[in-house]
């Protein structure tokens, strides 16, 4: 069982999940615990020989009802795939799938924020190299959707939407847009390759969103994740965060204005070979410094879009 | 001690006449099938599933006929 600390020097929570030391790290391919049970092979997580997408709660989990919860999202039952490989179909399900999950955990009274993530590469500390991500569901909303609702207040209204029109304004750091979806390099990106996906309407959550509009954020989002791999012409590592609206009732008011359904990438690769750390001034000072320009970086990430198909 | 030895065999909560196709196939360990109708969110199917250790897995499933190929694009 996890336990919550309030950090009163930052003004934030701090999760002991003690548990987790002891997970599956870095298995053998075939003792991979997300990988289909075949018949005379290992059991895993997953006891059917074949399946499509599949969601268990985390066997060590970060959070556990009654405060909390945190599940895993397997894409594919191929221990080869990853989120850009998938066949278009299978990533438009998945939007589902996100959209079920922030549904269902959201309804719940012990989660105030429904967080659907990717760590990519063991450069972002995977553990497990099969094609999947994560669901926490927070029992508290976190700093970082907290700072962007606060910057809705602060920007009288909706801050993704806000910032979108400031990128198609400007146009030079848009990545990749469809009818429903715009990436871009943000103007102030932390990351050498950061790029935030955002749907063009205010929709704030997969809730808010049509079926049509579900199916070109997958696009966008395999778009993306393609270009990466063909950057460097490698495996690309990133963390790929869903950011939704609040799901604690008290937040209802605030978050039908100010959140707004976007996805945040943060690669840690600067270059095919170097990777960015949190030193001193990021982790000591709060304050990023980046070694490229988000405009430079909009040029390759575009063209590397292109590459990736 | 179930087919998959303990923590790993199915108690169904939710299922249906028609189940997940992932159900459907042959396996060292269908896991058992009620009569509840299946779940349907635009072109997936969902199947419910309990594990002996009491975690929750849903095993998702495109739908893949034409019926919900309409109802997915509403």
């Given at each position: 069982?996890?336990?919550?600390?309030f950090?009163?020097?930052r003004?934030?929570?701090?999760v002991?999940?003690?548990?987790?030391?002891?997970?599956?790290?870095?298995?053998?391919?075939?003792?991979c615990?997300?990988?289909?049970?075949?018949?005379?092979?290992?059991?895993?997580?997953?006891?059917?020989?074949?399946?499509?997408?599949?969601?268990?709660?985390?066997?060590f989990?970060?959070?556990?009802?009654?405060?909390?919860?945190?599940?895993?999202?397997v894409y594919?039952d191929?221990?080869?795939?990853?989120?850009?490989?998938?066949?278009?179909?299978?990533?438009?399900?998945?939007m589902?799938?996100?959209?079920?999950?922030?549904?269902?955990?959201?309804?719940?009274?012990?989660?105030?924020?429904?967080?659907?993530?990717?760590?990519?590469?063991?450069?972002?500390?995977?553990?497990?190299?099969?094609?999947?991500?994560?669901?926490?569901?927070y029992?508290f909303?976190?700093?970082?959707?907290?700072?962007?609702?606060?910057?809705?207040?602060?920007?009288?209204?909706?801050a993704?939407?806000a910032?979108?029109?400031?990128?198609?304004?400007?146009?030079?750091?848009?990545?990749?847009?469809?009818?429903?979806?715009?990436?871009?390099?943000?103007?102030?990106?932390?990351?050498?390759y950061?790029?935030?996906?955002?749907?063009?309407?205010?929709?704030?959550?997969?809730?808010?969103?049509?079926?049509?509009?579900?199916?070109?954020?997958?696009?966008?989002l395999?778009?993306?994740?393609?270009g990466?791999?063909a950057?460097?012409?490698r495996?690309?590592?990133?963390?790929?965060?869903?950011?939704?609206?609040?799901t604690?009732?008290?937040?209802?008011?605030?978050?039908s204005?100010?959140?707004?359904?976007?996805v945040?990438?943060?690669?840690?690769?600067?270059?095919?070979?170097?990777l960015?750390?949190?030193a001193g001034?990021?982790?000591?000072?709060?304050?990023?410094i980046?070694?490229t320009?988000?405009?430079?970086?909009?040029?390759?990430?575009?063209?590397?879009?292109a590459?990736?198909? | 001690?179930?087919?998959?030895?303990a923590?790993?065999?199915?108690?169904?909560?939710?299922?249906s006449?028609?189940?997940?196709?992932?159900?459907?196939r042959?396996?060292g360990?269908?896991?058992e099938?009620?009569?509840?109708?299946p779940?349907?969110l635009?072109?997936v199917?969902?199947?419910?599933?309990?594990k002996?250790?009491?975690?929750a897995?849903?095993?998702y499933?495109?739908?893949?006929?034409?019926?919900?190929?309409?109802?997915?694009?509403?």
């Amino acid at each position: 069982v996890s336990e919550l600390r309030f950090d009163e020097l930052r003004g934030e929570q701090v999760v002991y999940a003690i548990h987790r030391q002891d997970r599956t790290f870095l298995p053998a391919r075939d003792h991979c615990p997300l990988c289909p049970t075949r018949p005379g092979g290992p059991r895993t997580e997953i006891p059917f020989p074949v399946y499509e997408i599949a969601v268990f709660d985390n066997r060590f989990p970060a959070f556990e009802a009654p405060r909390g919860a945190a599940e895993v999202v397997v894409y594919s039952d191929d221990h080869d795939a990853s989120f850009a490989t998938l066949p278009a179909e299978r990533a438009e399900d998945l939007m589902w799938v996100w959209r079920h999950r922030y549904a269902e955990l959201g309804a719940r009274e012990d989660v105030e924020y429904v967080f659907i993530f990717e760590n990519r590469g063991v450069e972002v500390g995977v553990t497990l190299h099969h094609p999947h991500g994560q669901i926490y569901g927070y029992p508290f909303v976190p700093p970082v959707p907290a700072l962007e609702l606060a910057a809705g207040e602060r920007l009288g209204g909706c801050a993704p939407c806000a910032l979108l029109r400031r990128e198609l304004e400007d146009g030079e750091r848009v990545v990749y847009e469809n009818e429903a979806v715009v990436a871009f390099v943000p103007y102030a990106a932390r990351w050498a390759y950061e790029a935030h996906v955002s749907l063009r309407e205010h929709r704030p959550s997969l809730l808010d969103c049509d079926a049509g509009e579900l199916r070109l954020l997958s696009r966008a989002l395999q778009a993306v994740v393609r270009g990466y791999d063909a950057m460097f012409e490698r495996p690309f590592p990133y963390v790929m965060a869903v950011h939704q609206a609040p799901t604690a009732t008290e937040h209802d008011e605030t978050t039908s204005t100010g959140a707004h359904l976007h996805v945040e990438f943060y690669p840690p690769l600067r270059t095919a070979e170097k990777l960015k750390y949190l030193a001193g001034s990021e982790q000591g000072a709060g304050t990023f410094i980046s070694d490229t320009l988000p405009e430079e970086s909009a040029v390759a990430l575009r063209e590397a879009i292109a590459r990736g198909g | 001690m179930g087919a998959f030895g303990a923590g790993y065999t199915l108690g169904v909560v939710a299922s249906s006449p028609r189940p997940p196709q992932s159900a459907d196939r042959p396996a060292g360990g269908k896991p058992e099938r009620l009569g509840a109708p299946p779940e349907r969110l635009g072109p997936v199917e969902l199947g419910r599933h309990v594990k002996d250790d009491g975690r929750a897995l849903i095993l998702y499933d495109h739908i893949r006929d034409e019926q919900a190929d309409v109802s997915a694009r509403r």
